[in-house]
């Protein structure tokens, strides 16, 4: 019996017509496509130092997020701040992972000057104070206890004491941060401040913030904090993760207040680029932003059930290159105060929730009355160049560009976008409760009992 071969092609059957319609889907744009970006440029090269908050980078990287834009993209770990934002601002970089402060510092000129901007905030909170055990001992008698364990917040008031003592002595009370314009600088100072401890201000002549100062702070890079704490050079410090629970696990200090019981949800991490690389290339600049908004939102999806898989992605050497337990301890919803006390806290790292990625006006404006708070600006100024410094800066305006097209993409729900006018509502969940409105930072400023306000004496006299 001969079996009769159908040729397939002589009489178009419903399978072939249904693969030639299969391809034709993939072929052709969908309605829900947004308006193709020409790229201008597409081989980019971004830095970032070895935190955990790189995740939005280092996930759009991973997950392919960049490539879905057409970018090809080399992620280069940095030696410290102030490299990175030199490579910016020479070209060798076309972005980078930025401190919060630092487009804003280079902008007016607070060390190199530069116009840099951000279209994208890459998370909230994610910071630390820990110190030593020696000063944790000393700390823990001026601590209420519940059930045997520190009663947290912990307020800088149970360190003034020891603070005191040290200055009484002659001994420099030495603690470390990560740069002058840092989040970690500013809520070091902010809840030193808090706690009667004067953390010095900036001067013409003494630029290392000292001046007046109680507890002394200077400059360590982030991946040195542990090691310059175990060496005795320093009694404390502010810093990102996985920095503080990397000396819990070595056992060489304890962190004892997080930058969420300092401001709640406080912004920490923007991807910075020069003004100029922004003018001359915006639809690869947009690009960028819609690969790192999808990034943060897989990173905060479904409660964090793909953050274990991150935390295996940042563990490599090439990114954060910690242990995976030590970024673990503090990136799925959990953070260890002293040694064995595991507190659930699930919004110390947010990447998406709460609108982390949009750039708020007031979150610049808050940078903005810090230095000035401190004296890296020495001049009073009036509110309306706080909000005109913040706009020229912070770009809610390619942000939202940038989220539409997810939108119109299926990627992004339309109320994942915030409606603002740029500027988040007045809030007092800080550790002071004091009340910050971003539109109002000189009265903000008049509320401090410690720090330079509107009408106090210019630091160049």
């Known amino acids: 019996m001969t079996r009769k071969i159908t040729n397939p092609f002589s009489k178009p059957s419903w399978w072939i017509l249904g693969i030639i319609l299969w391809v034709a889907a ?61 490579r910016v601002i020479d070209g060798e970089l076309d972005g980078a992972h930025m401190l919060a402060g630092q487009p804003l510092g280079a902008t007016i000129g607070f060390g190199t000057k ?21 000063i ?4 823990k008698k001026n601590i209420p206890h519940e059930n045997g364990k520190p009663v947290h917040p912990i307020k800088a008031d149970a360190l003034k004491p020891i603070v005191e003592r040290y200055k009484a002595e002659g001994k420099p009370f030495n603690m470390g ?40 702070l200077s400059v360590t890079p982030p ?24 000396a819990v696990f070595k056992g060489i200090g304890v962190p004892v207040i997080t930058d969420y019981e300092i401001w709640k949800n406080n912004p920490e991490k923007v991807f910075g680029v020069s003004k100029g690389w922004a003018d001359k290339y915006p639809n690869t600049h947009l690009a960028v932003v819609k690969a790192m908004i999808r990034a943060a939102k897989w990173l905060d999806a479904e409660d964090g059930k793909n953050r274990p898989e991150a935390v295996k992605y940042l563990s490599e050497s090439q990114y954060v290159g910690a242990d995976y337990e030590v970024i673990a301890n503090s990136m799925t919803g959990t953070f260890e105060y002293e040694k064995g006390d595991k507190r659930d806290l699930p919004d110390f790292n947010v990447f998406f929730r709460y609108h982390a990625t949009y750039p708020f006006y007031s979150d610049a404006v808050w940078y903005l009355t810090q230095m000035r708070r401190w004296g890296q600006i020495s001049e009073p100024k009036p509110d309306s160049w706080y909000h005109e410094v913040a706009k020229n800066v912070y770009r809610p305006d390619i942000y939202m560009k940038a989220a539409q ?13 915030p409606e603002t006018d740029g500027f988040r509502p007045a809030t007092n969940e800080f ?17 401090f009992p410690i720090g330079l306000k509107e009408e106090s004496f210019s630091m160049n006299e």
Not at 431 to 447: C, H, V
């Open 405 to 417: 097209m997810l939108v119109e993409e299926g990627h992004l729900e339309a109320n994942e976008i």
């Open 114 to 134: 530069s116009h840099i901007i951000t279209a994208f905030s890459m998370d909230l909170n994610g910071n630390g104070i820990t110190v030593s055990n020696e």
């Open 136 to 139: 944790w001992a000393q700390m």
């Open 26 to 86: 993939w072929s052709l744009p969908t309605a829900l496509s947004a308006e193709e970006l020409e790229l201008e440029k597409e081989e980019l090269k971004f830095g970032f130092i070895k935190l955990t908050d790189v995740a939005p980078l280092v996930i759009a990287y991973e997950k392919g997020y960049f490539e879905d834009e057409g970018l090809y993209v080399t992620l280069e770990a940095q030696a410290n701040w102030k490299v990175l934002l030199d």
């Open 177 to 216: 941060m990560v740069f002058p314009v840092s989040t970690h600088n500013y809520e070091l100072r902010y809840w030193l401040a808090a706690g009667g401890i004067h953390p010095g201000y900036y001067t013409p002549a003494d630029p290392t913030g000292r001046t007046d100062a109680d507890a002394l």
């Open 223 to 246: 991946p040195q904090m542990p090691a310059t704490l175990e060496a005795g050079t320093i009694y404390g410090y502010c810093v990102g993760e996985p920095w503080n629970q990397q």
């Open 431 to 447: 550790i002071d409760g004091i009340t910050y409105d971003g539109k109002k930072p000189n009265d903000y400023l008049r509320s």
